[in-house]
């Protein structure tokens, strides 16, 4: 189990890039842990193309190196983890963290800022929310426009965000534009912040999630893909192949070297 008080967090290096070895709920645990002392914290909920694009491209590879946690998210990470020693490695994944930080917040009265995505969104999230977790304190909840915020829009919502009572932010506006706005506002936004992306519509039942088996199997990807051929066809056909043949170089190399 995790010790909240250390100072460092056990790591693997994936592509490159330190992935949290830790399970499911002491992440959760550390992540409440940051949000009751009102720490500005930078979490990205890392799958594939996540790692592949921050390997090709070098200023997101900084935007990634910054996160104070990056999870597991997708089997072929966890997959990695445990080829390299983490043997009881979980997934964490956006849509299992949403339901469950929920819970947990409402249990600890750790209250809850929603951004991005749009209104009908949001609107069937707070619905959902308020049957599911009666008691969960949700401080606000902001849509944002397509196009980019002018600096005193940005200035606005970054204090709306802070006087809200927020202690965790939660950011849906996809991979890498999420994770490049938390980067940004590191240090401003007094919260911690976590970018869960396609787990609004999820959650808000725009979309339907993979039945269980192909979540375990690691076939999630392409029940997405099934639902959104033509957003994903591209993202997929170039980052699955791509990380494949980038984390069997990895592994091979880790073999021929112990």
Request: charged content about 20%; glycine content about 6%; proline content about 6%.
């Amino acid at each position: 189990m995790l010790d909240l008080h250390q100072k460092s967090i056990p790591v693997k290096s994936v592509l490159g890039f330190s992935v949290a070895a830790i399970p499911f709920n002491d992440q959760l645990k550390l992540i409440l842990n940051w949000a009751t002392k009102g720490s500005s914290k930078m979490i990205c909920i890392a799958n594939t193309h996540m790692l592949v694009e921050a390997h090709r491209n070098e200023k997101f590879a900084t935007v990634l190196k910054q996160a104070d946690l990056v999870t597991p998210d997708g089997m072929p990470l966890v997959w990695m983890l445990r080829f390299m020693g983490v043997t009881r490695q979980e997934r964490v994944a956006g849509p299992d963290v949403l339901p469950a930080l929920c819970h947990n917040a409402s249990e600890t009265g750790v209250s809850l800022f929603f951004m991005g995505s749009h209104n009908e969104v949001l609107s069937r999230i707070q619905a959902r929310l308020k049957r599911e977790f009666p008691r969960l304190k949700i401080a606000g909840m902001q849509p944002l426009p397509f196009r980019p915020l002018t600096e005193a829009e940005d200035d606005e919502l970054v204090n709306r965000i802070n006087d809200s009572g927020a202690k965790i932010l939660l950011v849906s506006l996809g991979c890498p534009k999420q994770e490049i706005w938390m980067a940004t506002h590191k240090e401003r936004v007094k919260l911690v912040m976590i970018g869960l992306g396609a787990a609004f519509p999820l959650y808000a039942g725009l979309n339907r999630r993979a039945p269980f088996w192909m979540q375990r199997v690691g076939l999630e990807w392409f029940y997405r893909l099934i639902q959104e051929p033509r957003r994903l066809w591209g993202r997929y056909s170039t980052t699955i192949p791509a990380f494949i043949w980038l984390a069997l170089k990895q592994l091979l190399w880790t073999a021929r070297s112990t």
